[in-house]
């Protein structure tokens, strides 16, 4: 039985998969995310592009764009989003954990993604940094929160990756992208961050 099944059995959580994670309707923290790195850029004439949705626990705060693609490499946790939202703007894709398969190129203009690369290995991060390169348009701004492994509550966690703020930034940099803005203290285990794609000489440090 799906985890979000048995909670609505036991009648706790009943709308959304992850809110055992925290609620960005509850944690300070989380509402940062909300409302500085998502709800600036929520525009109904834009597309979103969202990693590893899982039930939506933040995809509803995407629903302002004009369309919403989904990515996860479980095809289950598609359908339990499908459950929580059945509108027609979100589109699910179904991938094989770096790719963005039918995405069409320069075609994205927000990307985000929370619980997902904290779980990821330095290489599956800069594979999924070389796929967004394709499908993002130029001044798209990309969403990522990553283990900061600088952190007591990250090494805590089973199965965080050894990432940190400056791993990250030299993904990031290397793979071609500028960062725009940061968050490395809000969040108890992780760090966020805001780039785009490197402009014409444009150098990041
Ligand atoms: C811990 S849940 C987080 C869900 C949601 N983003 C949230 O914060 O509540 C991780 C989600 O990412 C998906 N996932 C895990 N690895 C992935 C990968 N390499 N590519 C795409 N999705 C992935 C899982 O299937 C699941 O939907």
Do not use: C
């Not at 509402?31 to 109904?44: G, M, S, W």
């Not at 509803?60 to 339990?80: A, K, P, Q, S, T």
């Amino acid at each position: 039985m799906l985890a979000s099944a048995r909670r609505r059995s036991e009648g706790k959580h009943d709308s959304v998969y992850g809110l055992e994670w925290g609620d960005p309707e509850e944690m300070w923290s989380l509402k940062l995310v909300r409302d500085q790195f998502i709800l600036p850029y929520v525009d109904p004439d834009r597309r979103a592009l969202e990693i590893g949705p899982g039930g939506g626990r933040w995809t509803r705060y995407l629903l302002g764009f004009g369309e919403i693609i989904v990515v996860d490499r479980h095809r289950e946790l598609l359908d339990e989003l499908a459950k929580n939202f059945s509108q027609p703007k979100i589109i699910p894709v179904l991938n094989n954990g770096t790719d963005f398969p039918g995405v069409a190129a320069n075609s994205v203009d927000f990307v985000f993604s929370f619980g997902v690369f904290v779980h990821l290995d330095a290489w599956i991060i800069n594979e999924y940094l070389k796929a967004l390169g394709n499908v993002v348009k130029n001044d798209a701004n990309i969403v990522i929160q990553y283990a900061d492994f600088r952190k007591k509550e990250a090494r805590r966690q089973s199965g965080f990756a050894r990432n940190n703020p400056e791993r990250m930034r030299k993904m990031v940099d290397a793979a071609g992208y500028t960062v725009l803005e940061e968050n490395v203290t809000a969040l108890w285990h992780s760090s966020i961050m805001r780039f785009r794609k490197k402009r014409d000489g444009e150098v990041m440090y």
